[in-house]
């Protein structure tokens, strides 16, 4: 039972194709859906300090605008989830598809001279633009998830081919069971959060029956699309890591090798000397 009038929503009506689980307005007049939207400082959390490593290990500054493109995803979820409008669900469903098409780009484009060059941009620009045009006139959200899951499907494919075929370098002991757990970690992000969305979208009366016999604090705990957000924010972080790393593995041009360093659930790449490459 939702303690603030309808009358009362600064946003006004619902105008979304989806409402989430979480009751509307609990909290406040302004936001929506509290903890589905604050969950989203995951991504800014976690964006900026893929930047700071990605700057501070001198990797190609284009990965500053995956990071960023990751951002731009969690503050439109962010919007969507504090409005429930539906102009604000395009910014949050859309950048899901454009940030993977980057990706697409960074897992095949590996070495620092581009192999398919332009082609692949322009497929990767048609997709979005077909996808966007698409999605705008089906209206359906099982239309985005399909497209959305085509896209992880061309990434996970490409990098486990990717990690698989890795140089027996000096290094290859070190850097291939870490590039591997990185990969297993990012598909574990996805797919647990993907399991808990679902139950959140099956169980949603059972869990409000709950939220609404205990106190606010432990109920927002069962906001299970919020830890949606925290499982994807990570899948996307390892996924960053990984591909910086194997990026870094195959430049010819690189002499640094780099130790990957963990901090709790976070990790990060530190150089801790020279190679050489044959």
């Known amino acids: 039972m939702n303690s603030i009038p309808q009358e009362d929503y600064y946003w006004g009506p619902v105008t979304s194709t989806i409402d989430w ?62 409005t429930l409008q539906y102009e604000w669900q395009l910014m949050d469903e859309l950048p899901m598809i454009y940030v993977s098409c980057i990706m697409t780009y960074f897992s095949i484009e590996l070495y620092s001279k ?50 698989l075929s890795l140089p027996r370098t000096a290094t290859y002991d070190y850097e291939y069971p870490r590039l591997l757990k990185l990969l297993k970690l990012a598909a574990a992000g996805f797919i647990i959060s993907f399991g808990v969305w679902n139950i959140d979208n099956q169980c949603c009366s059972y869990l409000r029956h709950f939220r609404s016999m205990v106190p606010y604090a432990l109920g927002a705990l069962t906001q299970l699309h919020g830890w949606w957000h925290i499982g994807t924010s ?33 990790c990060y790449l530190r150089p801790i000397g020279k190679i050489h490459k044959h």
């Open 114 to 163: 581009p192999k398919f060059g332009w082609p692949l941009i322009g497929f990767l620009v048609g997709y979005s633009v077909f996808v966007t045009w698409s999605y705008l006139i089906i209206n359906d959200p099982v239309f985005h998830q399909v497209a959305y899951a085509f896209v992880i499907f061309i990434i996970v494919i490409r990098s486990l081919y990717t990690v």
């Open 21 to 82: 689980c979480e009751e509307n307005y609990s909290l406040s007049p302004y936001m929506a859906e509290v903890v589905n939207a604050t969950t989203n400082l995951s991504f800014a959390f976690l964006t900026l300090f893929g930047v700071y490593n990605t700057l501070r290990n001198n990797c190609r500054k284009s990965f500053v605008l995956a990071h960023l493109g990751i951002l731009f995803v969690g503050i439109g979820s962010w919007l969507f989830h504090m």
């Open 234 to 266: 990570l899948g996307c972080y390892y996924y960053s890591v990984y591909v910086e790393w194997v990026h870094m593995i195959l430049n010819e041009e690189n002499k640094q090798q780099f130790e990957l360093v963990w901090v709790g659930i976070i």
